[in-house]
């Protein structure tokens, strides 16, 4: 009996040691890392102007607005949040707005691109002792225009010399492999290098 405790902790250990090194093997080794904060892409967002709207149902029409569009990067995630501000004669009214965004890195055109993916809300007010459904605003419609970011490239695609002989050495410096993550406030993109060499 104990010696089959015995083995199945050195197989549960080997185990374990095992997906440690696959989950190894998958991350890269990054010659250069680039960090966007996400108070840059706040920044973009607070400029982008003013988003308003008027909104009609079947009793009555209303005008609302966007106020604090921001972003909150989490560990492999990211969130969207705002307040929308409803007005009519009758009402006036504040509520959360909540939505996801997308980050994603586009290797054929080098870019980052963050986009409000999804915010959808549902208004409604308590009137005459009535609940009243106001309508549905799909607010990622109003951020159209992504915001986007160069993303890395290597330094020189080629690098050529003269050895002390007099041949000629070039080096080819060319992109492996990205990595994009969310982490804590940011987005980083890692990227890693291959170099190739001819000497002529």
């Known amino acids: 009996m104990i010696i089959l405790k015995i083995l199945?902790?050195?197989?549960?250990?080997?185990?374990?040691?095992s997906s440690d090194i696959q989950k190894e093997v998958k991350?890269?080794?990054?010659?250069?890392?680039?960090?966007?904060?996400?108070f840059l892409i706040n920044d973009f967002f607070a400029n982008t102007g003013k988003i308003t709207g008027v909104g009609k149902s079947d009793l009555l029409d209303y005008n609302w607005s966007l106020l604090n569009p921001r972003i909150e990067i989490l560990k492999d995630q990211a969130l969207f949040f705002a307040e929308i501000n409803v007005k009519h004669d009758l009402f006036s009214f504040t509520r959360d707005v909540e939505g996801s965004v997308k980050v994603v890195y586009n290797e054929e055109k080098n870019l980052i691109i963050v986009s409000v993916d999804e915010a959808d809300l549902i208004l409604d007010v308590d009137l005459f002792g009535k609940n009243i459904l106001l309508?549905?605003?799909?607010?990622?419609?109003?951020?159209?225009?992504d915001f986007t970011y160069e993303?890395?490239?290597?330094?020189?695609?080629?690098?050529?010399?003269?050895?002390?002989?007099?041949?000629?050495?070039?080096?080819?410096?060319?992109?492996k492999q990205y990595e994009l993550i969310l982490l804590e406030d940011m987005i980083q993109l890692n990227a890693e290098f291959i170099f190739d060499q001819d000497i002529e």
């Open 151 to 175: 993303g890395i490239k290597p330094f020189n695609n080629e690098v050529d010399f003269t050895l002390p002989n007099t041949k000629k050495k070039r080096i080819k410096v060319n992109t």
């Open 8 to 17: 199945y902790i050195l197989v549960f250990f080997s185990f374990s040691f």
């Open 27 to 38: 991350q890269i080794n990054p010659h250069v890392s680039l960090v966007i904060h996400e």
């Open 135 to 145: 309508g549905e605003i799909d607010i990622a419609k109003y951020f159209s225009k």
